[in-house]
């Protein structure tokens, strides 16, 4: 059987202005931070026109998503709803009109979310995991996709430390009650996203272990988004600060491919690229772009 021809068993997902089909298909989403204090750039693309020249060379660098954040995840101080709209609307509102890459805003607030997809966004990226009570239904009644994360208590507060009986299985119980929390709220299956949440109030033996068993998170059915991109699990495992993660953080992505995650939200877009469109081409679901290697009579090398 021809691996490249399996249409019938291919399940279309429209998202934005885009088509994906995880039975055979990777999306590296880019990570755009407009925060003065992002976990890994430090505020890089804070400026305006940072932010969207980011976006747009992204998506020139073969991302197929982008994901715009206003306010960090971790501790640090407050910012308003107002603020936060201030930061990210602007560059939803520019980028969509530059190119049809998928936007989604991080954000685990309703008031900003509506917001944002009023600007132009496809997808609500919620690290809280619908902790906000307006979340969902505002989701329901946009028509957008919604990206459900794991993660522990509000964002940007100071936590105890991590402890979890059985990290994997108490993960996917969440996620499983907040899939089930948004249906019930009107939001249609086939719209939801869901994401472990490596290091999202985790210590590093925890996120390791949602890498390893990944495939009991993607048992749920739904598309999984693993962001693994430099992350603390990742410096912590080879000893390295966060400007020399790469290597790692392509080796953590792989496995969860392999483990079933079809959407990478990572930083260093190119490399990524290349990783997730090498292993399509190793699973067979992607042909190679040439074929000149040993295919002349004469070629021997």
């Known amino acids: 059987?021809?691996?490249?021809?399996?249409?019938?068993?291919?399940?279309?997902?429209?998202?934005?202005?885009?088509?994906?089909?995880?039975?055979?298909?990777?999306?590296?989403?880019?990570?755009?931070?407009?925060?003065?204090?992002?976990?890994?750039?430090?505020?890089?693309?804070f400026a305006l026109d940072s932010?969207?020249?980011?976006?747009?060379?992204?998506?020139?660098?073969?991302?197929?998503?982008?994901?715009?954040?206003?306010?960090?995840?971790?501790?640090?101080?407050?910012?308003?709803?107002e603020e936060e709209i201030d930061r990210v609307a602007p560059v939803i509102r520019a980028v969509a009109a530059e190119t049809d890459v998928v936007i989604s805003v991080d954000t685990n607030r309703a008031e900003v979310a509506r917001a944002a997809i009023d600007a132009g966004a496809a997808v609500i990226n919620d690290t809280s995991g619908l902790g906000d009570p307006d979340m969902a239904g505002v989701i329901a009644r946009s028509g957008v996709h919604v990206v459900i994360t794991h993660s522990v208590g509000p964002p940007r507060t100071e936590k105890p430390a991590a402890r979890f009986d059985d990290v994997v299985s108490e993960v996917r119980e969440f996620l499983v009650e907040r899939v089930d929390r948004a249906t019930a709220a009107g939001v249609p299956r086939e719209k939801i996203i869901i994401d472990p949440g490596h290091d999202l109030d985790k210590n590093t033996l925890h996120?390791?272990?949602?890498?390893?068993?990944?495939?009991?998170?993607?048992?749920?059915?739904?598309?999984?988004?693993?962001?693994?991109?430099?992350?603390?699990?990742?410096?912590?495992?080879?000893?390295?600060?966060?400007?020399?993660?790469?290597a790692g953080s392509l080796a953590a992505m792989v496995m969860c491919v392999e483990r079933g995650a079809r959407i990478l939200r990572m930083h260093d877009v190119a490399a990524s690229v290349d990783a997730a469109r090498m292993v399509e081409s190793v699973m067979g679901w992607r042909k190679p772009v040439r074929l000149e290697h040993n295919t002349h009579p004469t070629h021997n090398v």
């Open 51 to 81: 932010a969207v020249a980011a976006c747009v060379q992204a998506a020139r660098n073969g991302a197929d998503w982008v994901d715009i954040g206003g306010v960090p995840f971790g501790r640090g101080p407050i910012v308003s709803a």
């Open 207 to 246: 996120s390791l272990e949602l890498t390893r068993r990944l495939d009991e998170i993607s048992d749920i059915g739904l598309p999984v988004l693993a962001a693994v991109s430099n992350k603390d699990f990742i410096g912590e495992s080879l000893d390295r600060a966060k400007p020399d993660r790469l």
């Open 1 to 45: 059987m021809d691996p490249y021809v399996l249409a019938a068993e291919r399940t279309v997902h429209r998202i934005g202005r885009r088509d994906f089909d995880f039975s055979h298909q990777v999306a590296v989403m880019a990570v755009i931070n407009r925060t003065p204090d992002s976990f890994f750039d430090q505020g890089a693309t």
